[in-house]
Every structure is written in structure tokens, then in C-alpha cells.
């Protein structure tokens, strides 16, 4: 290898004893491979490429390709500072290199004379002044081919010349990988068959049929609670019980203020006394005084308008006393928010409800809503026991929306739980899963983009 260097770095016949030309030779091989490796960017490195290499290899025109196999692009020509891959030219060179790949590949390295290779019906090879051309390709160290250079010239290709320049491609090729990386240049040759599978895969899933799903807050709630609100315009004088206690049937819950209903109660039996007395006193006299006989019916009607003012007054008196009206727990916030506070008749106080038939009282913002009927699957991930969801199926949802806490337009839908329900109690919080009608999975992943979307712009 060495005496067939040597040779070709000879200039010619008459300079065979010249060592200064020999020395001439080896430093521009030497000069090359170092510039090589000393190059920043890949495109400083095709231009050296295409622009140096004529200077060793005695080539007329190079040609520094890249790309995969199948689809190598020219990124440098000699003396030409950027390349328009749309030219003539350009492509009849990659499809001189293609029908290369076709005809035996591009792994090694391969010289031959025009028209050979040249597409059919070529007439750019007339044109073309360099008939010899040289084929020599950038490999990695496991073989996988990058890139590779493309040199011609007007006379036929020597041994030793093929061999200074497949000595060249191998120290470019060391060079790109440097910069590049060899994983980056594996990854680059398979990165458009690998995109091209996967949007396949990718438009074959967006078909596949899946359950339209929203996640919302839940929380367990009773069956038909016993609501137990003001009986009277008042004040909470106290409350008896506290959160979450059992109550029975009777027990009291809570007292109203009842100063003022206890002292009419007092007048209006007093009231009662006076026309009692007023009536004895009429029907005594009326015996012998006709004109007391005549008031005996307005006497006795007063007397029936004072028990009914009492009787109102011991009923009213008697809803201050507030009672279970069923076995359950009581459920409301604080005793403190509730014990001085004046309410008005019907206002809701607290509830009193059965710890053994619960539900889930989910709570859907209006932005998530999907439609949801009745008997659509429910899981609830509950923050006591997040690891084991509760199954449940929806068995009522509100007709409109209504504001939540935190200021939120929500639907309220109602889940039956699946079986007995396991180590949960009333008022437990967590976030629940409802299942909708079946959609295509590219639907489900971008109905909230294509949502706001055409909200945001009227669509």
C-alpha cells in the first residue's frame, strides 16, 4: 500500500526521482485527514470534502453525499458555495448514485465510465465533461453506510488512486461520525421508515373505539336523607347533637329561642281565662235579661278565637323543641356556625340520614360534561382508600348546571354503588372516573383541544 501511495503522489514520469514532489504529495494527504478532523460543522466538513479532495485524488469535480442509503442527498459540490438540489445536474447525480444502489449497492467502493448507471433516456451525460467516475462511501464501524463522496474526472481511474481516495473516505467518514455521533447517524437512517410506521400505527389506533371518560370530584352521600330545617322565623338557641352522632327516633337535635312564643302563649291563655269568665257571666244573666241572651253567641265566639290564638301559640312554642324524625346520624357542618345564627322558616339546618345506604353525588364542571345515561359505569377513587376504587352506576343527573363550591357551573349526577359498600362512610371526598358512549380514540384525545379551540375562535 505504502509503494502504491507513493506512486500516485508522483506527479509524473519525469519527477519519479524528485523527492521534493513526494514530500509534496504526503503532506497533502496529511494536510487533508488533519483538516478533516479539526472541522466545527458538518458543512464545513462537506465543503472540504467536495474542495479538497480534487487537490490528492487528481478528480476533476466531487460530489459530498448524505443521507440513508436509499436516499443519499448531495450537501457539497466542488466550487459551488450552496447546492439547489432541484437543478438538473444535482439529481442526475443522485440518480446516477441511486441506480448504483439498485445495481449492486453502495457498501463498497466501485469506478466506472458514462453512460453506465445513468437513468434511462439520460442525455445530461453528454454534457457532462468528466466520463470516469468513482464511487466511495462513508461507513460506520459496524458497516452501516451514511454518506459517501462521488469523484470525477476525464481519465481512467489507477489502483492507486482509488486507493489514496478510499484512504480519504475512511478518514472523512471518521471525521462526520465525530461530529455527529454514531447513534444520531444509525438512528437517522431508520427515523423516516420508523415515522412512517408509526403514523400507521398512530392512524390505525385513532380508530380504535374507546369509552369517553371525565374525571370529576365525588363524594359519598346519603339515600334520601331526612332534612331537618327551621321550623319557625328565629334563633338557634343550641344544638344537642353533634356532627356525625347517632340519633334515634324522638331524641332532640336542637332548640330554638323561645322567649318570645312562651310569653304569648302566657297572654293568650290569659286571653282564654278572660272570656271563659265573660261567657259564664253572659249565659248567667241572659236567664233573666233578654239583652244579655243576645250576646251570648258573640261571647262564646270571642272564647273560640282565644283558645285558638292559645292553641297556635303552645304549637309554635312547641316547634322550638326540634326531634330526630328517624334513626340515622346528623349531618351538618359546625355547632359554632349554627348556635346565635337567625333563620327563616324552611331554611336548611342539617340532615339525618342512614350511615347504611349511601351514594356517590358526583359533581361535573360544565367545561368536562360528556353525556352520560343512565347505567353508565362509575369509579370512584376516594381519598381513604385510593388503591381500591368503588364501582357504582349512575342512576339520576341534573337537568342544569348549578354553582359548586368554588364557584363552579356543574351537573350533579347521582351512582348506585356496586354491592356492600367496604370501609367507607358518609361525607368521604375523592375523584371519580364516569364512562360515556364509546368515541374513537383520536377523539378522545383531542376533544378538549378542538373544544377550546373553537370556542376561543367561533368555529
Not at 92 to 112: H, M
Not at 319 to 332: E, H, K, L, Q, S
Not at 365 to 381: E, L, N, Q, T, W
Request: glycine share 6%; net charge positive; charged share 25%.
Amino acid at each position: 500500500m505504502e509503494q502504491n501511495i507513493k506512486a500516485s503522489l508522483r506527479p509524473s514520469a519525469a519527477t519519479v526521482a524528485d523527492p521534493v514532489a513526494v514530500s509534496k504529495g504526503y503532506e497533502l494527504l496529511l494536510r487533508a485527514e488533519a483538516e478533516a478532523r479539526q472541522v466545527q460543522t458538518v458543512s464545513e466538513l462537506a465543503f472540504l470534502i467536495a474542495n479538497e479532495t480534487i487537490r490528492i485524488t487528481k478528480c476533476r469535480q466531487a460530489f459530498a453525499l448524505a443521507g440513508r442509503p436509499e436516499n443519499l442527498i448531495v450537501k457539497a459540490v466542488t466550487s459551488i458555495g450552496s447546492v439547489d438540489r432541484n437543478s438538473p445536474r444535482i439529481r442526475w447525480i443522485e440518480a446516477i448514485v441511486q441506480s448504483l444502489r439498485a445495481d449492486k449497492g453502495v457498501e463498497a467502493p466501485r469506478d466506472f465510465a458514462l453512460p453506465a448507471y445513468c437513468p434511462p433516456g439520460d442525455t445530461e451525460h453528454v454534457n457532462f465533461p468528466y466520463r470516469f467516475i468513482a464511487w466511495f462511501p462513508f461507513k460506520l464501524r459496524d458497516g452501516t453506510v451514511f454518506g459517501g463522496m462521488l469523484l470525477a474526472r476525464e481519465m481512467p481511474w489507477t489502483e492507486a488512486d482509488l486507493l489514496i481516495a478510499r484512504r480519504l473516505s475512511g478518514a472523512y467518514a471518521h471525521a462526520w461520525a465525530a461530529l455527529v455521533g454514531e447513534r444520531r447517524l444509525k438512528r437517522r437512517i431508520k427515523v423516516k421508515p420508523l415515522l412512517a410506521a408509526a403514523a400507521v400505527v398512530a392512524v390505525t389506533l385513532g380508530f380504535y373505539p374507546v369509552p369517553l371518560t371525565v374525571l370529576a370530584p365525588v363524594e359519598v352521600a346519603p339515600i334520601s336523607p331526612r332534612i331537618i330545617a327551621a321550623p319557625i322565623d328565629g334563633v338557634i338557641d343550641s344544638i344537642v347533637v353533634n356532627p356525625d352522632q347517632a340519633v334515634r327516633v324522638g331524641e332532640p337535635l336542637l332548640k330554638m329561642s323561645d322567649v318570645m312564643l312562651r310569653n304569648e302563649l302566657a297572654v293568650a291563655e290569659q286571653d282564654v281565662r278572660v272570656a271563659e269568665a265573660k261567657l259564664m257571666q253572659v249565659t248567667q244573666g241572659a236567664v233573666s235579661d233578654p239583652k244579655l241572651r243576645a250576646d251570648l253567641a258573640i261571647t262564646r265566639s270571642e272564647l273560640t278565637v282565644a283558645a285558638a290564638k292559645r292553641d297556635y301559640a303552645r304549637d309554635m312554642l312547641q316547634r322550638t323543641d326540634v326531634r330526630a324524625p328517624a334513626n340515622g346520624i346528623a349531618i351538618y357542618t359546625d355547632r359554632r356556625d349554627w348556635v346565635g345564627r337567625p333563620v327563616t322558616t324552611g331554611e336548611r339546618i342539617m340532615e339525618v340520614a342512614d350511615p347504611d345506604r349511601m351514594q356517590l353525588r358526583i359533581d361535573v364542571p360544565v367545561a368536562d360534561a360528556i353525556a352520560v345515561s343512565k347505567g353508565a359505569k362509575v369509579r370512584a377513587f376516594l381519598d381513604s382508600d385510593p388503591l381500591n376504587p368503588a364501582s357504582a352506576k349512575v342512576v339520576a343527573a341534573s337537568f342544569e348546571a348549578r354553582m359548586i363550591e368554588g364557584d363552579v357551573l356543574a351537573y350533579r349526577i347521582y351512582a348506585a354503588l356496586d354491592g356492600e359498600p367496604q370501609q367507607m362512610r358518609l361525607g368521604i371526598r375523592g375523584t371519580a372516573q364516569i364512562s360515556g358512549e364509546k368515541v374513537a380514540l383520536a377523539y378522545y384525545l383531542f376533544r378538549k383541544p378542538i373544544s377550546v379551540i373553537r370556542q376561543r375562535l367561533g368555529l
